[in-house]
C-alpha cells in the first residue's frame, strides 16, 4: 500500500522561507511522476510544481515560476518543495500525489496516490 506523508508546513511572514516534505513508503516501482498542489478555502485546487524521475524534468505554474522548487531523493524516498519569497496568496494547504505517469499541473485529483496535506500560512 503506497502512503504520502507530508510535513513542513507552517506560519511565515510574507518574503520568508519553508521547505515541505514528502515521505513515500510503499511505492516498487522505479520510475515515477509526482507533483505539489494546493488548495485554499473557497478557491480550486491549484497543480504548483511537477517533477519526473525519467530525467528529473520539472514544470511550474506561473504563479510560483522562479519562487518554489521542487526536488526530489529516491535514496530517502522524499519529495520536497522549496517555498522561497512566500506571499500572502500563498496560504493554503498543500498535498503532494504521486502516480506512475505524469497527469499534469492541471489534473492534480489524477494521480493515483495522494498525502493528507500540510497548512503554509503567509502573513504580510
Request: hydrophobic content about 30%; glycine content about 12%; some cysteine.
Amino acid at each position: 500500500q503506497v502512503q504520502l506523508v507530508e510535513s513542513g508546513g507552517g506560519s511565515v511572514q510574507a518574503g520568508g522561507s519553508l521547505r515541505l516534505s514528502c515521505a513515500v513508503y510503499g511505492y516498487i516501482y522505479t520510475t515515477y511522476c509526482a507533483i505539489w498542489f494546493r488548495q485554499a478555502p473557497g478557491k480550486e485546487r491549484e497543480g504548483v510544481a511537477q517533477i519526473y524521475s525519467g530525467g528529473g524534468s520539472t514544470t511550474y505554474a506561473d504563479s510560483v515560476k522562479g519562487r518554489f522548487t521542487i526536488s526530489g531523493d529516491n535514496a530517502k524516498n522524499t519529495l520536497y518543495l522549496q517555498m522561497n519569497s512566500l506571499k500572502p496568496e500563498d496560504t493554503a494547504m498543500y498535498y503532494c500525489a504521486a502516480d506512475y505517469v505524469c497527469r499534469g499541473l492541471h489534473a492534480p485529483d489524477e494521480y493515483r496516490y495522494r498525502g493528507q496535506g500540510t497548512q503554509v500560512t503567509v502573513s504580510s
